[in-house]
């Protein structure tokens, strides 16, 4: 009889999930390992982003046309495939600006064109998992507080997506701190939300991008200001826990927002 104690190998999961993200971009991944219970595991995939340069430099604001260029074949399906090749239980794009340039009816479009290669694995993507997270709220008046590397126009964008879907945007735009991932801190970010966006008075707020460093004031924000508080990165998340079939696990994660004490429209919608 072996006497070996084996220790923990990452090997036992209760969910795995694949995250899509630009090539320079690590938030959904550090953000998406902060937030994680044991045994869910995190498995990253990356698409060439024209916008974004070796060590995560950007534009002060980034174009368009790289936005929609992310999201058009053949890169995203090939990252796509070669992720659901491996044993997984749910896919997550980590991109917020090609679903605002797309629409709901072309993320609509492009989830359904990524399907063919997902082996059947659920796909979720950030505006998508947004919608399900303010639906489960029961929230109606929403504030966007974008990247600071978004322009008006696109921030206008993010404003028609989530009206188109029933939601009522009583504020939206770019956050007025320094374009750079790496210049953006917990403290700066509390203080635009608390002196630009609380006193439009509304039921949730949404920290778009998946890029701005923003799950660790959630907690914080919440029991300070009273509403409700989504982050791109924390509520795709909870969106791939239980589409993944781990709501249990979600539903054990503590810190993060109130976001995780609930179930999305029809469990796994």
Known sequence: MSTIRAQKDGWEARARIGVVVPHADVGPESEFQAIAPEGVFVHGSRV????????????????HDPVRA???????????????????????LGFTS???????????????RLARVTRGLP??????????????????????VNPPWFDDRLSGLGAGYFTEQGFDVVHHGPCGLPSNQKLITPGALSEWIRTTVAGHRPDAVL??????????VIDALEQE??????????????????LAGAA?????ITGYGRL??????????
């Not at 993507?125 to 947004?130: E, L, M, N, V």
């Not at 303010?134 to 929403?142: D, E, H, S, W, Y």
């Not at 200001?225 to 795709?236: E, K």
């Open 123 to 144: 796909l979720t993507g950030t505006t998508t998992a947004a919608v399900a997270g303010f639906t489960a709220l029961g929230t109606g008046r929403i504030a966007l």
């Open 225 to 242: 200001l009273g509403f409700a508080v989504l982050t791109a990165n924390q509520v795709l998340f909870w969106h791939a826990l239980h």
């Open 207 to 216: 920290v778009a991008g998946n890029g701005i460093r923003a799950v660790g």
């Open 48 to 63: 060439h982003f024209g916008a974004m340069r070796a060590g995560g430099e950007m534009d002060p604001k980034i174009p």
């Open 70 to 92: 992310f999201v058009e074949p053949p890169h995203i399906d090939d990252a796509v495939e070669l992720l659901a090749a491996a044993p997984l239980d749910v896919i997550a």
């Open 248 to 252: 249990g696990a979600a539903h054990g």
């Open 98 to 112: 090609s679903a605002y340039v797309l629409g709901a009816a072309g993320e609509k479009d492009l989830f359904a």
């Open 260 to 269: 995780f004490a609930t179930e999305p429209p029809g469990g796994t919608a």
